[in-house]
């Protein structure tokens, strides 16, 4: 059953990239006078990456990999290298990090961790692995695409517990939620959010972050989509293709979930939650309700990333490579800059107020709008 599901969730990536042949032309761009100063402060290259690669972020480093095996530690400010490593493969998954331990996931399913540029252990895992591990309290989180969550010792690759629970065959192909909450594991299972004892495993509470509807199971999957965004107590995701939701991690308990259609990661603040849905129409929900507070339609079809909200902008990479910044207040286009042409992959992520870009064609693009 696991090498289905595993089998299954990548036949589903291949539908969602068949897909786009049928979409319509992007909407052109049009005429943009800045209304904010931003600027490209440096820009580096990893090899062609292959995969919607989420960097990790620490203290001011960018933690970064390229598909054929790179992994870089990059100073978010001006872009000089602390250090590199390699894999020895081919990278499936993303990069995590907490500073001193560094994971990543081989396509031969190897779980890969360094301390400062230095090999520790590699580990192997029974399924594939799309979603980047989590590095905390000393630990390494993986999951696979069949669901099952494995926490090993960072030091030396000891695997401390897995959890493996009853589910569909069919799961999502894209990186989904393993993310830290106080002292709690936060994973994504289908479209419900579990709360998990990091130390024994257990599952502590759960929540259902969408209800999927549909006549088969590629209509009904909802996997929850990661990077997870985290708001004080509250943490808030996308179901794929299904709903965008917000929950209260303290308590365990939904806060509110609207019907909305959409592949990508949400970005927010404190005021709003924001993200493009499946025709790339942007929406901000009042983050304390979930209530419309503005749309935005002049970017439909242009395939575009994740959101990162960067102080009073919000941004989103496309397919042809142009960044866009929109006032997170209003929705307003405020800024257009270029990358290399080719798409922008995963989501765009913040260190300081350096917002770093990732392209397909590896390259490594660091913004910073004022």
């Known amino acids: 059953m696991k090498r289905l599901a595993a089998v299954m969730a990548l036949a589903v990536a291949g539908l969602a990239g068949c897909s786009s042949a049928d979409k319509p032309k992007p909407t052109p761009l049009e005429e943009l006078a800045p209304k904010i100063a931003g600027r490209q402060v440096w820009a580096s290259t990893i090899g062609r990456v292959g995969f919607p690669l989420l960097p990790a972020v620490h203290e ?24 590199r490593a390699s894999a020895g493969g081919a990278i499936a998954a993303g990069v995590g990090s907490d500073g001193r331990y560094t994971s990543v996931v081989t396509r031969a399913n190897e779980v890969i961790t360094f301390e400062g540029g230095r090999e520790l252990w590699r580990k ?52 989904g939620v393993v993310a830290a909450f106080r002292n709690t594991l936060l994973v994504g299972q289908g479209p419900r959010l579990a709360g998990v004892d990091p130390l024994r495993g257990t599952v502590v509470w759960e929540v259902p972050m969408a209800s999927p509807r549909g006549t088969n199971e590629v209509e009904r ?16 995701a996308r179901a794929f293709q299904s709903a965008v939701a917000c929950a209260d991690a303290s308590r365990g308990a939904l806060q509110w979930s609207r019907n909305v259609g959409g592949v990508q990661a949400i970005g927010g603040d404190a005021e709003r939650v924001i993200g493009a849905d499946a025709s790339d129409r942007i929406t901000a929900w009042r983050a304390a309700t979930g209530d419309v507070a503005w749309t935005n339609e002049k970017l439909l079809y242009r395939g575009l990333s994740g959101a990162a909200v ?57 913004f910073r709008p004022n």
Request: charged fraction near 15%; charge should be negative.
């Open 221 to 236: 999957l909802a996997d929850l989509i990661g990077p997870l965004l985290r708001i004080g107590d509250q943490v808030c």
């Open 310 to 366: 960067v102080g009073p902008v919000v941004a989103f990479g496309d397919s042809e490579g142009w960044v866009h910044f929109l006032s997170a207040a209003t929705g307003e286009q405020q800024l257009r800059l270029r990358t290399d042409g080719t798409p922008v992959l995963g989501t765009p992520v913040l260190a300081g107020t350096t917002l770093l870009v990732i392209t397909q064609g590896g390259g490594l693009f660091a």
């Open 60 to 83: 001011g480093v960018f933690f970064v990999a390229s598909g054929d095996g790179n992994v870089l530690a990059l100073r978010a400010d001006n872009g000089d290298l602390l250090w």
């Open 124 to 175: 192997r895992v029974p399924s594939s692995v799309v979603t980047p591990p989590l590095v905390a309290g000393e630990r390494v989180f993986v999951m696979g695409v069949d669901r099952a969550v494995h926490a090993f010792d960072a030091i030396d690759g000891r695997r401390l517990w897995t959890l493996q629970r009853p589910g569909d065959a069919l799961t999502l192909a894209q990186a």
